[in-house]
C-alpha cells in the first residue's frame, strides 16, 4: 500500500509560448467571420480577444482550440471530473489492470490518516486475496474504494475549460477535486493568457457560474 498526493500535467499547451500560438490560431479564425483575417499581425491576438472575446463575450471562438490535461487523483474525484460531457476522456482501467505491486490510494481532505491506514491496507490485501483465488481484476475491484489513485486524461476546447473552471474552484466544489484545479487554473492562467483571469478560487458558485462562458 502506498499513500500518494493528487497531481496532474498540463500537457498542452506546454508553455505560454504555446498559450499565445494558441490564442493566435483563434484570433485567426475568429477574423473570418468579418473577412479581416489581413489585419492579424503577431502582435494583434491581445486587443483583439480582449475586446472580442472578453469585452462582447464572443466565447464560441476559443473552441478552436483545445488543452490537454493529465490527472492523478482519487476515483472519487474522476467521477466528478468526466461528468463534463463535452471533454475527451481516456482513464485508468480497473477491469483490466492488475494490481499486484503496492496499490496506491490518496487520502481524503480531512481523512484521519491512522483510520484510513487500516481502510487501505484491508482493500488492499482483500483485493489481492480474490485475485489469489482466482477472481479476475474487473471482479476483484469491488473491494477497492474511492480512494484508489487512478490516472486520468482530459482534453477540451478552452471554452469548456473555462466553465469547467468556473464550476470546480468554487466555495462549494468537493475539497477533494478543488486541490487539483485549483492549481490547475493558476497553470492555466500562466499558459494561456487573458481567458481564465478573471475566474477567482473559493468563490460562491452563483458569483463565478454567473460569468460568461
Not at 496532474?8 to 479564425?29: C, D, H, K, Y
Request: aromatic fraction near 10%; hydrophobic fraction near 40%; glycine fraction near 4%.
Amino acid at each position: 500500500m502506498k499513500i500518494i498526493e493528487p497531481s496532474f500535467e498540463l500537457v498542452t499547451p506546454a508553455s505560454r509560448e504555446e498559450g499565445v500560438q494558441s490564442l493566435r490560431f483563434i484570433e485567426r479564425m475568429a477574423r473570418i467571420s468579418h473577412r479581416s483575417e489581413s489585419r492579424q499581425t503577431k502582435d494583434t491576438w491581445e486587443p483583439f480577444l480582449k475586446a472580442v472575446v472578453i469585452g462582447h463575450g464572443d466565447w464560441s471562438v476559443c473552441e478552436h482550440q483545445s488543452a490537454t490535461v493529465i490527472f492523478r487523483v482519487d476515483r472519487g474525484t474522476t467521477h466528478e471530473l468526466v461528468r463534463h460531457r463535452l471533454c475527451s476522456f481516456t482513464q485508468e482501467s480497473t477491469r483490466f489492470v492488475r494490481y499486484t505491486d503496492d496499490i496506491e490510494f490518496i487520502m481524503p481532505s480531512g481523512g484521519y490518516i491512522l483510520a484510513m491506514d487500516v481502510v487501505f491496507s484491508d482493500a488492499e490485501r482483500n483485493y489481492k486475496h480474490l485475485l489469489d483465488a482466482g477472481y479476475t481484476p474487473q471482479i476483484a475491484r469491488s473491494v477497492l474504494p474511492n480512494a484508489l489513485a487512478s490516472t486520468l486524461a482530459v482534453t477540451s476546447n478552452l471554452r469548456n475549460w473555462r466553465w469547467f473552471f468556473q464550476a470546480r474552484t468554487t466555495k462549494e466544489a468537493h475539497p477533494d477535486c478543488k486541490r487539483v484545479v485549483v492549481p490547475l487554473l493558476a497553470e492555466f492562467q500562466k499558459r494561456i493568457p487573458l481567458l481564465y483571469d478573471d475566474i477567482v478560487p473559493e468563490e460562491k458558485q452563483s458569483i463565478s457560474m454567473a460569468k460568461v462562458h
